[in-house]
């Protein structure tokens, strides 16, 4: 095996084996444990630095196994498969640290943490896919990946929760399968890193085909991506611990479907194709719907975990918004989104995790004056919602400032206003808790207090949502500088339209 | 003597093994079980691997009953598919073997009877797998018919004895149907052998009838929709290896003769295109219908007998897709993981039904605590039964709707696709309540042995790993394709 082989396999089996073990480990061993988890986080961020550094002088790393007839797993990594990697691999180190101790002395550890790495395992899987065929295997193994997770508290509610997970989850699958099959049928190749847009080049007697095609794996990765009327799993699925609703939020499950629909568009179809179709106008209708709702959804909750939920249906359709305006320009904004929307929603739901953990708040009407109780927590809170709205310095700003002045250059004045309305809804769910948190006074006891020695709360709690917050006003204001996920973008863009 | 000369010596032992073992655990009787059976039992297990470089293209070993040649003689061959069927009997037997003689230890009136005819079960099982000789091939259906009607039953209790008398019904009528197809070819072409009917094989209306009739026969046999209605209650009511055995092997036996009548015997009937898609169709009401009974039941047993009457659908789908490689692949990979997961699930049953004394699906709410290896176990083995990646159930399912779409004939591709919908449903119906907090009607928790728990999670294990054993699968199926897709 070449080396070039190697560290797409490293990345790979640096979370699956862990979990693999994790699995079988009794539940009284934690440090064994919390050491494996940790240790495949670290080497597995190891690995991407030096791919990172690889790519960068110009090396391509690819691997494949055996697998079926006329049809091998093809991992490789190009630098859209970076970018994802990269965010989950940073993403997978603070989460792993937060859960370890948002977990201590609950029940089930061993099969929390055996399932989280093997989530984290088919994200990295999904972002290095080299051809439709092993995305579509490893978005299935996100899918049972992520079910005990949803259902882990063990109540009835989280079973139901998990149900309705599956039916879109599972019913996704059978469309994008349906779709997978159908190009492998009509195309040269799928594997769509050595052939960029796979499709291209059909004649027009497929474009029915085609169109049809693109309607079902929409469809699969949309279930995923929350795209109203497939999101409606997602705020269900707000019984399950801060942990994996952080996962599924920012880390893994919405992140992948939205990878899904970028491949599809920039790499199945190739933006020309899909332009000349009118798919991407369909994409950019479907994703304006969704902003629009989510958000009008979002200020309506007054529990704090599920108004992040429909912010969150909400700024992942940002991605597919940039990325379905036909222009250089929104596109960067779209891929932008994908770091900066993890970073900040991260950041979101582990202080969500915190208040609960700490003061039992999961109500907004509970969180007056929680800055004086809680202000780093809430400090970090407030970065992100900030940038949420897309207030400069912070990382939500370039990306609508992308997405924005794409609008303008592919004469879509519309979506500039969509962006306008979106912002100042956003801004009128986020500032109301923010002025509830800061200038208003604690009106009664806290639900559930808990006082944890040094810190407002445990140490394993506070550093990885201020980490984050940090990395959201790092990633804002070193936009310019040639080490920001903002000019690796830059180039993917580059590449994906041929400039 | 050389190495493929000394394999093929190693094939009638697949037979003669379990045959001689099985009559010598009758006449020792309790002395002997499980302690003589099982090195016996994976010592058969252990020709089959010296075997499979018989079943590369150009292979093909040929054995000649009594040194006779047809057609006075009986002629046995091993081919790829036969391989394919052996090697799945094998690994499924073994791990049934060691579940049955962990769980069976207590020197019981069920074991007395359970090795003797276990094993004669897989001697007629791996006859049928070699025969060339359709009246050959009736001996051992019926020898495996009789064999698992008594398996059924060895309880003693009623309910297993009411489905067993069932299925002895249902099997006789399938037996005499088939035979008066054998009886038809004998007359008209005097002869039964496979190779020697296929070339004098005429395309008219006696051809037909025989071919309606063995056909019709075998489809109950193989509990093949809609002739399936004996088959939940006895599956779902026998003692958990038995279950594991029928719904793994015994079903498939009659499917495989199905094929090598469609493809060998009766290849030059030309008016048989519209016949295929009517199995086809049989073959989708399957699994429409077994899946939604599966659906609604309460216990888990019954469950998985109707998920067997729906994934048995999927096999009918060759039929009309027959000359796309990729459909062979696919079946063939699907009786093996199929065999395989539904082998394990059921071991599973019998294990939670021995931890809480009850399958009701209700109430094994906290089993993953109980009994983890075996949670661990039914998941593996239901993400292959969905067809979920990369297990071997989404290798066959995938290679299925290949061929579909290659074809052109696409519409079949909605059954694997609503099949796999139907399938998560009744599987997570399973999984979603093992991983619920225990209640309190859970029961009281027994022990129950280790090994049990690894012979069922290692079948879990192979059908979760078929998936990547496609390449296997289609390097041994070449030869075998390659003669049967030529008509």
């Known amino acids: 095996m070449s080396n070039d082989a190697l560290p797409p396999l490293l990345i790979l089996l640096s979370s699956l084996l862990p979990g693999l073990i994790i699995f079988f480990l009794p539940e009284k061993s934690v440090r064994l444990r919390t050491a494996l988890n940790l240790c495949g986080a670290l080497f597995k961020v190891a690995v ?70 093997l989530c984290v395992s088919a994200t990295v899987g999904i972002a290095m896919a080299g051809d439709l065929l092993t995305l579509f295997v490893f978005y299935e193994l996100l899918t049972i990946a992520t079910y005990p997770l ?64 693109f309607a079902l794996m929409v469809g699969g990765f949309g279930v995923k991506a929350a795209v109203v009327p497939l999101h409606q799993w997602l705020p269900r699925a707000m019984v399950a611990p801060a942990p994996v609703s952080a996962l599924l939020h920012a880390v893994a499950v919405v992140k992948a479907g939205a990878f899904g629909i970028i491949r599809v568009v920039y790499d199945v179809y190739g933006v020309e194709l899909s332009h000349a179709l009118g798919l991407s106008d369909a994409l950019a209708v479907l994703a304006t719907a969704t902003i629009l709702y989510g958000s009008f959804q979002a200020l309506r909750q007054d529990d704090l975990k599920l108004r992040l939920a429909y912010s969150t249906v909400s700024q992942v359709s940002y991605i597919l918004l940039g990325i379905a305006l036909y222009s250089p320009l929104a596109s960067i904004g779209g891929l932008s989104h994908l770091v900066h929307q993890g970073l900040m929603k991260i950041t979101l739901f582990l202080c969500a995790g915190n208040l609960g953990q700490t003061l039992g708040i999961h109500k907004v009407s509970e969180m007056n004056g929680a800055g004086a109780r809680m202000p780093w927590t809430m400090a970090a809170f407030s970065v992100a919602a900030l940038g949420m709205i897309g207030l400069p310095p912070f990382a939500g700003f370039i990306s609508k400032w992308y997405l924005g002045s794409g609008a303008v250059q592919s004469g879509a004045g519309w979506a500039l206003v969509v ?32 006082s944890f020695g040094r810190f407002e709360t445990k140490a394993g709690l506070l550093f990885p949502p201020v980490t984050t917050a940090i990395a959201t006003v790092a990633v804002g204001l070193f936009a310019g500088t040639p080490v920001s996920p903002l000019s690796w973008i830059r180039d993917v863009v580059a590449v994906e339209y041929r400039l | 003597m050389s190495t493929p000369a000394f394999a093929a010596a190693l094939v009638p032992a697949l037979v003669w093994i379990p045959l001689s073992l099985g009559a010598l655990s009758f006449v020792l009787g309790r002395a002997a079980s499980p302690w003589l059976v099982l090195p016996g039992l994976l010592a058969t297990a252990g020709v089959v691997p010296a075997l499979l470089p018989l079943a590369a293209p150009g292979g093909i070993a040929a054995y000649h009953l009594g040194g006779w040649m047809p057609p006075l003689g009986i002629a046995w061959r091993l081919d790829g598919l036969s391989a394919i069927m052996l090697a799945i009997t094998a690994i499924v037997s073994a791990g049934v073997g060691i579940f049955a003689s962990s769980m069976m230890n207590r020197m019981d009136r069920q074991s007395e009877w359970f090795w003797p005819l276990l094993l004669l079960l897989i001697a007629g099982l791996n006859a049928l797998f070699l025969t060339r000789d359709l009246f050959n091939a009736y001996v051992t259906l019926e020898i495996v018919s009789l064999a698992a009607v008594a ?52 395309d008219d209306p006696i051809g037909m009838l025989a071919l309606a009739l063995a056909t019709a026969g ?64 049989c073959g989708a009401g399957a699994v429409v219908w077994g899946s939604m009974l599966a659906l609604c039941q309460q216990r888990l047993k019954p469950l998985l007998a109707y998920s067997t009457v729906a994934q048995l659908g999927y096999l009918l789908l060759l039929f009309p897709l027959a000359e796309v490689v990729s459909a062979w692949q696919g079946t063939l990979i699907l009786v093996c993981a199929h065999g395989t997961a539904k082998a394990a699930m059921f071991l599973a049953a019998g294990i939670i039904l021995r931890a809480y004394g009850h399958d009701r699906i209700i109430a094994i709410g906290g089993a993953a605590r109980g009994v983890p ?75 129950v042995p280790r090994v049990a728990e690894l012979a069922a999670l290692a079948l879990a294990l192979v059908s979760f790993m078929l998936g990547f054993a496609g390449n296997a699968v289609a390097i041994g199926l070449d030869s075998a394709i390659a003669e049967m897709t030529r008509s």
């Open chain 1, 150 to 213: 949803v259902v882990h508290n063990g109540t009835p509610e989280a079973r139901r929760a998990g149900t309705v997970y599956l039916a879109f989850t599972i019913g996704g699958g059978v469309l994008l399968l349906a779709g997978t099959v159908w190009v492998q049928t009509l195309a040269v190749s799928t594997n769509f890193l050595e052939v960029a847009g796979v499709l291209e080049g059909l004649g027009q007697e497929h474009e029915t085909a085609l169109r049809l095609i």
């Open chain 2, 218 to 281: 075998l489809f109950i046999k193989s509990a093949l929709f809609p002739l399936h209605v004996w088959l939940p209650p006895a599956h779902g009511s026998a003692p958990a290896p038995v279950s594991a055995m029928l719904s793994a092997l015994v079903v498939k036996a009659g499917f495989y003769l199905l094929l090598r009548l469609w493809f060998e015997v009766f290849a030059a009937l030309d008016s048989l295109a519209a016949a295929r898609v009517l199995i086809g169709l």
């Open chain 2, 373 to 447: 290896l075996t949670t661990f176990a039914l998941g593996l083995a239901g993400v292959s039964l969905i067809g979920l990646p990369p297990s071997g159930g989404f290798a066959a399912k995938w290679l299925l709707l290949v061929a579909a779409f290659e074809s052109g004939r696409w519409w079949w591709s909605f059954v694997p696709l609503g099949g796999g919908l139907l399938a998560a449903g009744y599987v997570f119906i399973i999984l979603a309540r093992a991983f619920e907090a225990p209640s309190a009607d859970t029961g009281d928790f027994a022990q």
């Open chain 1, 48 to 117: 991407v630095i030096v791919v990172l550094q690889g790519v960068y002088a110009g090396l391509e790393y690819s691997a494949s196994v055996p697998f079926l007839p006329g049809n091998d797993l093809v991992l490789r990594i190009d630098s859209l498969a970076l970018l994802f990697v990269t965010l989950s691999a940073g993403l997978w180190l603070v989460m792993t640290v937060y859960a370890v101790s948002y977990l201590e002395d609950s029940p089930n550890r061993s099969r929390f943490f055996g399932f989280y790495s």
């Open chain 1, 419 to 450: 962006l306008l309305i979106s912002s100042l809804l956003n801004a009128a769910y986020f500032l109301p808790i923010l002025s509830r948190v800061w200038f208003r006074k604690q009106t009664g006891p806290w639900p559930e207090e808990k």
């Open chain 2, 151 to 202: 398996l059924v039953t060895i309880t003693g209790t009623s309910a297993p004895i009411v489905a067993g008398m069932r299925y002895l019904l249902a099997a006789l009528a399938g037996s005499l149907s088939y035979l008066l197809a054998v009886a038809l070819l004998y007359a008209r072409y005097g002869t039964l052998d496979f190779d020697l009917l296929a070339t004098v094989m005429q």
